[in-house]
């Protein structure tokens, strides 16, 4: 079967750093996608990788190895709002997204 | 305005009542989509459009109907609403087939009693 793992809940201090992992097993892959969920909103789109290596956007990062299956979200200088769930998500080869059940990110001051 | 637009936004119903969730979007998206969200899962496909003569069932469409009534339209039906039907609803759409960027509605909270 197709499985995302990713962590429930992450506890991380205003100002720091925080690295979400995300682990797959999908039949095929064409691309892995993170997504930001604020408590009660809709998803909104983060970061896309379909190659190996690491894509930076602004303080954002996400990093994929396609031979391990797995791929992290790397948030810098955290803030407050950044208090969100963060969802990764994988393209299999029909091009279907298969979702993580989300790891719910917690900044404390 | 939001370029996806879900409504109702909250909606409590009894058991075996129908009920119907709409989505409108103004993105000019061909691809439309309807997933359910429950606390500790992942999201889930109910039903997926590539166009108006396009439907497709997802991984959950059990109890579940869908109609595109034009590009910008996309609604989902619970004949028979049932209980573990009660979940946040997501419209989404997206541009082409393999992107996997989304564009969500504000969802649309559905209590089944």
């Known amino acids: 079967g197709q499985n995302i793992d990713q962590p429930t809940e992450m506890t991380a201090t205003e100002g720091a750093i925080v690295q979400i992992n995300c682990t797959y097993q999908?039949?095929?892959?064409?691309?892995l996608f993170w997504y930001q969920q604020h408590a009660g909103e809709a998803p909104t789109f983060l970061s896309y990788?379909?190659l190996d290596g690491l894509e930076e956007k602004g303080r954002f990062s996400s990093f994929l190895s396609r031979s391990k299956g797995y791929s992290y979200l790397l948030l810098k200088e955290l803030q407050m709002k950044d208090s969100a769930s963060y969802l990764c998500a994988v393209m299999d080869s029909n091009y279907q997204l298969i979702w993580g059940a989300g790891t719910k990110l917690i900044i404390k001051p | 305005d939001a370029d996806v637009t879900q409504t109702p936004r909250n909606r409590i119903t009894k058991t075996g009542k129908r009920i119907m969730l709409e989505c409108s979007q103004t993105k000019g998206h061909d691809r439309m989509y309807w997933y359910r969200q429950d606390p500790g899962l992942g999201l889930q496909l109910i039903y997926y459009?590539?166009?108006?003569?396009?439907?497709n069932k997802g991984e959950i469409s059990d109890g579940y109907s869908v109609s595109r009534q034009a590009q910008a339209k996309f609604s989902l039906s619970l004949e028979s609403a049932i209980p573990n039907q009660t979940a946040l609803y997501f419209c989404?759409?997206?541009?082409?087939?393999?992107?996997?960027?989304?564009?969500f509605g504000e969802g649309s909270r559905l209590t089944v009693l």
């Open positions: 999908t039949s095929g892959f064409n691309g």
């Open positions: 459009s590539f166009d108006v003569k396009d439907i």
């Open positions: 989404a759409t997206s541009e082409g087939r393999d992107t996997g960027e989304l564009f």
């Open positions: 990788n379909v």
